[in-house]
C-alpha cells in the first residue's frame, strides 16, 4: 500500500505557474504508475497526466498538452506537476495517484486546490 501527499497548490493569475507535489510512502514507489487527476466544482474528475515507472513514458490530457509536464524522482518517492500558462479553466482540486499503470489507479492522494484568477 502508498499513502500519498500532495502540496503546491494556490491561487494564481492567469498566464502563471505552479508546481504541484506529490510525496509518497513506503518503499515502493518506484513500482507504481503515478497519475495527476483534477475535480473542478460541479463536474466530475478527469485524467491530467500520467507517467511510467521509470519515467520514460508519458499521457497527457489534450486541454493539458504542451502546458503541464509530469515527472518523478524515484530516489525522492515524488512525483511532480509543472503547470505553465494557466488559464481560470484550469482551476479544480487536484489529485495524486498511484497505480499499476495509466487505466489502473488504486491509491489516491486527499488532493490540493489550485485557483487560477483572470
Known amino acids: 500500500q502508498v499513502q500519498l501527499v500532495e502540496s503546491g497548490g494556490g491561487l494564481v493569475q492567469a498566464g502563471g505557474s505552479l508546481r504541484l507535489s506529490c510525496a509518497a510512502s513506503?518503499?515502493?514507489?518506484?513500482?507504481?504508475?503515478m497519475g495527476w487527476f483534477r475535480q473542478a466544482p460541479g463536474k466530475e474528475r478527469e485524467f491530467v497526466a500520467a507517467?511510467?515507472?521509470?519515467?520514460?513514458?508519458?499521457s497527457y490530457a489534450d486541454s493539458v498538452k504542451g502546458r503541464f509536464i509530469i515527472s518523478r524522482d524515484n530516489a525522492k518517492n515524488t512525483v511532480y506537476l509543472q503547470m505553465n500558462s494557466l488559464k481560470p479553466e484550469d482551476t479544480a482540486v487536484y489529485y495524486c495517484a498511484a497505480g499499476t499503470d495509466f487505466s489502473t489507479f488504486d491509491y489516491w492522494g486527499q488532493g490540493t486546490q489550485v485557483t487560477v484568477s483572470s
Open positions: 507517467i511510467s515507472r521509470s519515467g520514460l513514458s508519458t
Open positions: 513506503g518503499r515502493t514507489f518506484s513500482s507504481y504508475a
